[in-house]
């Protein structure tokens, strides 16, 4: 799928489809918007259940405040509008009730991202807005503050999460990593001491040099690389759906040879990668117009250390992140 080439109501549809069925909404709770370039909203209507809204039930909201569509819009619209008229950057919104983040929100805590250094930059400023009346103005100034603060992301109190970005494919990211880096620190906090990262240890993820390997122009794939590309993917659906990855985090590669082997990409959603991604990396070279892991150079270390290694699984589950981010074992 090209999430580019979507309609709004598609982009809308498929987004909440996942939100929904990864649990981190339910049937009445959460509302998505987008905004174009002319102004106009985008949004999910109100009293629609969540499993089953599709593309022909999203409202479509002129410039001008005319509503068309099947249903009344999301009660939570004076929010978004707010959110959009306080940040002219921000082109999509989600407001969901994830399990975690609700949980952070009745006891008035923002997660901490510095837990793993995707997150961190990924997710940005975590804002906090105290309590308001859901689907009231007073609601909307009140989260519409927190983002003309700076935050990318703000915890309502009693409430759940809104999060904001350039396109809803980002702003879906941002979610899911900052529900994920709740459940971590819940659990890491149940074992032990929960250990950050200093913003200079973070930094320096940024500076690996995957991206400066030198690039080669492959010939057309055999019969051998592309079995091996299609495993790959289906390993890799099956660890999404089993939520050992998310859409930013989970690095898998195979050995196709001596001399190479094929990765997953940087910066592509895991739920939407093709075996036409992944990168084949050969003899110290990456596969021309193409940017591997960041951790490309530890997979192909471990290659080269260790012939009898076919595959190599980087994931960052829940429950065994937290014992990484705890120290324990």
Known sequence: MNFDFLHPK????????????????????????????????????????????????????????????????????????????????????????????????????????????????????????PYELPGSEALGDSIARAFKKGAHSVIMENHGTVVGGENLLKTFARFETLEFCAQIEAQASAIGQMNSLPEHQIDLFYQKASDRLPEFEPEEAGEKELILRSKIIKILKRAYRQKLVISTFGTLSARLDDHSFIITPTNQDRYYMRREDLVLIKNGKREAGKLPSRSTMVHQQIYRDHPEISCIIFAQAPNATAYAVAGRQ
């Open 10 to 129: 598609e982009k809308i549809a498929e987004i909440l489809r996942r939100i929904y069925t990864f649990g981190m909404t339910t049937t009445s709770g959460g509302n998505i918007s987008l905004r174009d370039d002319e102004g106009n909203i985008w949004i999910t209507p109100s009293a629609v259940d969540k499993g089953s809204l599709s593309a022909k039930d999203i409202v479509y909201i002129s410039k001008a405040g005319d509503a068309e569509g099947l249903h009344p819009p999301s009660s939570e619209l004076p929010l978004h509008r707010a959110i959009y008229r306080a940040r002219p950057d921000i082109r999509a919104i989600i407001h969901a009730h994830s399990p975690m983040l609700v949980a952070f929100s009745l006891i008035e805590r923002v997660p901490d991202t510095q837990i793993l250094p995707q997150a961190y930059h990924l997710c940005g400023k975590v804002g906090f807005a």
